[in-house]
């Protein structure tokens, strides 16, 4: 099998082994017919998170691994070859897992925390609008104060997990306009006056769910305000960095899966034309992978020591989906008719793809958090 270096540590090693192992037995075999049914599979996140690879970077006292960022990320990479629907539906309640481990009282933490950890509880997070999806500080759902808690009213747009998920990690706006407005909720699926919309249909990721939420005057006791009020975009803003490095390990494993089958079906099947030509374009690729996995690395290290990431962060999700998208529509192009055929799976891959340059920030807006950075420097 196609990897990329560095080498591995003895926990990466070991919990990618126990993907892998789970992928092979699990999601592979169904994976085709799961994306034509849109069909998201329980059983399976609850399999992986009795294997520890849902909360591995989550401390040991709430249930988690205790592992480092980085082997999170490489479990990301390693289930993205076999499906990147799962990827992010593990990615996505990783953030969950962050923002209440950094926010969350002992009483949320216990009450929450744990079910995440032990794969009970699936995690949503929202915050984007159909007003603010690049400019999250705009959002205006409103959490209006009443007697021990919030009224809370508005629609929310674009929710991964959302309808699959036991708990929303929700973003509402209880001041004036601005960030400073805004603060963090928790809301338990069946709370009253909550309700999922419509499922939206999509290009790629079929089996992880994207719905709008609908709050209609739904009560919240303080207790589930999750930090101060006027600190939920900065809840939010404190895993926007881990979801865009989670993006780019997704995005790696979408471009190491499509690399090894176009170089597979090209030396041992010789299915197509695999000249020279192709073999060097293909060869690029694998070198831009490697460039990309060794800046991932960095940035998950320097993550684990606590330094700032966000411009790492935007570094990895745009080179590296912009990389998997390059390489599975070549991919697709390469192997000429099997490239369009569902069972062989490069189409999916490519859509895969495409969806992974827009979500957790368009690579627009990475391009601007950048251009913001190069701003910084030179004036500094």
């Known amino acids: 099998m196609i990897s990329l270096l560095p080498k591995p540590t003895t926990e990466e090693r070991e919990l990618c082994q126990k993907a892998k192992d789970f992928s092979d037995r699990f999601?592979?075999?169904t994976a085709v017919d799961d994306e034509k049914r849109e069909h998201f599979r329980k059983s399976i996140f609850e399999g992986l998170a009795k294997l520890g690879l849902t909360a591995i970077s989550l401390s040991q006292e709430w249930g988690g691994q205790g592992g480092s960022s980085r082997a999170h990320y490489s479990v990301l990479e390693e289930l993205a070859r076999a499906s990147a629907a799962y990827s992010i539906t593990v990615g996505v309640n990783q953030l969950v897992q962050g923002a209440l481990a950094e926010f969350g009282t002992p009483e949320q933490k216990s009450r929450f925390l744990r079910p995440l950890a032990a794969g009970t509880y699936l995690g949503a997070f929202s915050l984007s609008e159909s007003h603010s999806g690049s400019d999250a500080s705009a959002l205006k759902m409103s959490a209006k104060h009443t007697t021990g808690g919030y009224l809370l009213s508005?629609?929310?747009?674009?929710?991964?997990?959302?309808g699959l998920a036991d708990l929303y990690l929700v973003m509402a706006r209880t001041g004036g306009d601005g960030p400073k407005g805004i603060s963090a909720f928790l809301v338990p699926k069946g709370t009253p006056g909550f309700r999922v919309g419509k499922k939206e249909l999509k290009l790629g990721l079929q089996p992880s769910s994207l719905t709008e939420l609908i709050f209609e005057d739904c009560f919240l006791p303080e207790s589930q305000r999750l930090g101060t009020e006027g600190e939920g975009f900065r809840v939010a803003l404190s895993q926007l960095d881990a979801g865009r490095i989670g993006i780019a390990a997704t995005a790696l494993g979408l471009g190491l899966e499509a690399l090894q089958k176009v170089w597979t079906?090209?030396?041992k099947q010789c299915s197509f034309d695999f000249s020279e030509g192709v073999r060097g374009q293909f060869a690029e690729y694998f070198a831009r992978l490697q460039a990309v996995k060794a800046l991932l690395v960095l940035t998950a290290e320097t993550k684990d020591q606590g330094a700032r990431v966000t411009a790492l962060a935007s570094?990895?999700?745009?080179?590296?989906?912009?990389l998997a998208m390059a390489i599975t529509s070549s991919a697709v192009e390469a192997v000429g008719f099997q490239g369009i055929i569902p069972s062989f799976g490069l189409e999916r891959l490519m859509r895969?793809?495409?969806?992974?340059q827009i979500v957790e920030g368009t690579n627009q807006i990475q391009q601007l958090v950048l251009s913001r950075e190069?701003?910084?420097m030179v004036s500094s």
């Open 27 to 29: 999601i592979r075999p």
């Open 315 to 322: 570094h990895c999700k745009l080179l590296a989906s912009d």
């Open 265 to 267: 079906e090209g030396i």
């Open 374 to 376: 190069l701003d910084k």
């Open 154 to 162: 508005g629609t929310k747009m674009w929710c991964s997990n959302g």
């Open 352 to 356: 895969d793809a495409k969806a992974l």
